[in-house]
Structures are given as structure tokens and as C-alpha cells.
């Protein structure tokens, strides 16, 4: 078995300047220069979408509300929880979360918590997208929804989903770390034991 390399500490860059090369609506693509210590300096491309949010929205019966809707970038009808930007207008992550819930799906008026924060991808995105679960959700009104969206909402029992991730049909990567991060309140907060889906 080989030896690894001794282990040293990564250096960041500088970013020495940036411009904006395209406004895409949901987001902006930036041209970043940036240099190392060594004085080598490189072209980076980022895009600066808006932050997100995602909301895991449960009823008393223990159902998720999740949503169908067609994805361009796979060209796939995709099953998720629901979720979105960070309008400029809303005073927090928790206010998007509770506004993209009932605008989506037309439901709401449960107790929402927070769940964990990450980056979506940081080689290639500014952005970070916070994770919020509302227990006892109930419908509330008609979902309102953007001019290009079309979404059907799907009612699944909580303990359905890991069966779902596994074959495939959750396979949005933030869909799966939404339920990581259910998973970890539950076995950090009695309170939630009961949402528990997975038994290790």
C-alpha cells in the first residue's frame, strides 16, 4: 500500500476582480480573476443565483406534501418537497420557506423548524439554501402559481421515503439532504422521534 502525501494546508485564492458576463433572470454568471501566493492567477466562472429555501411539510396523518413538476435541466418530470428563491421582499429564509409552501401547495399553518443550511454547489455557486421542516401543515387555500410553473401536489406516508430515495424517485440531491437533516433532528430532539425515517 502506497504512502500518502503529508498532509498540508489548502490556500485560497484572491479574486483580483470580477464582472458580470450575463444576467439569466434566476441567476447571474460572473468572470472572477483571482491569484494564488505563487502569483499564478486563472479564469473562474460563478453563477450568483439568489438564495433557496426547502420546506418538508408534514400533516397529523404523517403524510409529506410533496410536489411533480418538469425540470429542463434533465427534461424529467422530478418528485420533491417544496421549495424555491429568496425573494428580495421576504424578511428571512423562514418567511420564504412558509411563502413558497403555501404559494406551491396551498398549505401551511404548521410549526416550522429549522433544519440545517448548505451549499448547494460550491464550485460553481455563491448561493446557500436553508432546509425547514413544518409539522401539522393543513390546506389552507388554492396554490398560486408563477407563470411558467405547473406542479401536482402527491401526498406519500413519512415512511415511504427512504424507499423513494433508494429507486430513484427522489433523486434531487437537496430533496435527500432535506431528509438528512430530518433524520438528525430526530435523533438529537425527543420531540421529533416520531418522524424518524430510518431506523439505524
Same mark, same amino acid.
Given at each position: 500500500?502506497?504512502?500518502?502525501?503529508?498532509?498540508?494546508?489548502?490556500?485560497?485564492?484572491? $479574486? #483580483?476582480?470580477?464582472?458580470?458576463?450575463?444576467?439569466? /433572470?434566476?441567476?447571474?454568471?460572473?468572470?472572477?480573476?483571482? &491569484? +494564488? !501566493?505563487?502569483?499564478?492567477?486563472?479564469?473562474?466562472?460563478?453563477?450568483?443565483?439568489?438564495?433557496?429555501?426547502?420546506?418538508?411539510?408534514?400533516?397529523?396523518?404523517?403524510?409529506?406534501?410533496?410536489?411533480?413538476?418538469?425540470?429542463?435541466?434533465?427534461?424529467?418530470? $422530478? #418528485?420533491?418537497?417544496?421549495?424555491?428563491?429568496?425573494? /428580495?421582499?421576504?424578511?428571512?429564509?423562514?418567511?420564504?420557506? &412558509? +411563502? !413558497?409552501?403555501?404559494?406551491?401547495?396551498?398549505?401551511?399553518?404548521?410549526?416550522?423548524?429549522?433544519?440545517?443550511?448548505?451549499?448547494?454547489?460550491?464550485?460553481?455557486?455563491?448561493?446557500?439554501?436553508?432546509?425547514?421542516?413544518?409539522?401539522?401543515?393543513?390546506?389552507?387555500?388554492?396554490?398560486?402559481?408563477?407563470?411558467?410553473?405547473?406542479?401536482?401536489?402527491?401526498?406519500?406516508?413519512?415512511?415511504?421515503?427512504? !424507499?423513494?430515495?433508494?429507486?430513484?424517485?427522489?433523486?434531487?440531491?437537496?430533496?435527500?439532504?432535506?431528509?438528512?437533516?430530518?433524520?438528525?433532528?430526530?435523533?438529537?430532539?425527543?420531540?421529533?422521534?416520531?418522524?424518524?425515517?430510518?431506523?439505524?
Amino acid at each position: 500500500m502506497q504512502q500518502l502525501p503529508p498532509v498540508t494546508g489548502v490556500r485560497p485564492w484572491t $479574486t #483580483l476582480r470580477r464582472e458580470q458576463i450575463a444576467d439569466c /433572470r434566476v441567476f447571474s454568471l460572473h468572470r472572477q480573476v483571482s &491569484e +494564488r !501566493e505563487s502569483g499564478k492567477s486563472a479564469n473562474f466562472y460563478v453563477f450568483h443565483p439568489r438564495d433557496w429555501v426547502n420546506v418538508i411539510p408534514v400533516t397529523r396523518d404523517m403524510e409529506v406534501v410533496l410536489i411533480e413538476q418538469y425540470r429542463h435541466g434533465i427534461e424529467k418530470i $422530478t #418528485l420533491e418537497i417544496p421549495g424555491g428563491m429568496v425573494d /428580495r421582499e421576504d424578511a428571512s429564509t423562514l418567511v420564504a420557506a &412558509e +411563502r !413558497e409552501l403555501l404559494e406551491e401547495t396551498g398549505f401551511g399553518g404548521g410549526e416550522t423548524v429549522f433544519l440545517g443550511r448548505n451549499h448547494p454547489n460550491p464550485a460553481i455557486q455563491s448561493n446557500i439554501c436553508d432546509t425547514y421542516l413544518s409539522l401539522n401543515v393543513e390546506y389552507l387555500q388554492t396554490p398560486c402559481f408563477d407563470t411558467n410553473e405547473e406542479v401536482a401536489i402527491r401526498m406519500v406516508p413519512l415512511k415511504q421515503v427512504p !424507499e423513494l430515495i433508494a429507486d430513484g424517485t427522489i433523486s434531487h440531491a437537496l430533496v435527500i439532504v432535506a431528509f438528512h437533516y430530518l433524520q438528525q433532528l430526530c435523533l438529537k430532539d425527543e420531540r421529533y422521534r416520531h418522524l424518524r425515517v430510518y431506523t439505524y
